[in-house]
């Protein structure tokens, strides 16, 4: 196992599962199925917020962020690449939502 891993690991561990011989339930995940999943995580991120506890915060926002990355990725069954439109748009947002962000 790596000690550290990034952005491409991340892209890799989500082509395996949604490809042949992966796993048959990321593999069937559409937008509107992971819904529920969005859902839940952010609640047990909101949770883990409001106990104060940093370590199921971290792990909590892990699961939270997976399953937001498992979202666009379930359009590339339609041969739609959503990294450049997905990926790009995060620092505008984030500079919407934080007034004193020099992300953008």
């Not at 011989?21 to 529920?36: A, E, F, I, N, V």
């Not at 939270?64 to 439109?85: G, I, M, Q």
């Amino acid at each position: 196992m790596k000690k550290n891993y990034g952005f491409k690991d991340l892209v890799a561990l989500m082509a395996r599962l949604r490809g042949p011989g992966g796993c048959p339930w990321d593999r069937k995940q559409t937008h509107k199925s992971l819904l529920k999943y969005l859902r839940e995580e952010s609640r047990e991120v909101a949770d883990a917020i409001n106990k104060g506890d940093p370590d199921d915060v971290c792990e909590e926002l892990g699961t939270c962020c997976s399953k937001s990355f498992s979202t666009p990725r379930s359009r590339l069954k339609n041969a739609v690449s959503p990294w450049p439109t997905w990926w790009m748009a995060w620092p505008k947002n984030w500079s919407a939502a934080t007034p004193t962000s020099s992300a953008a």
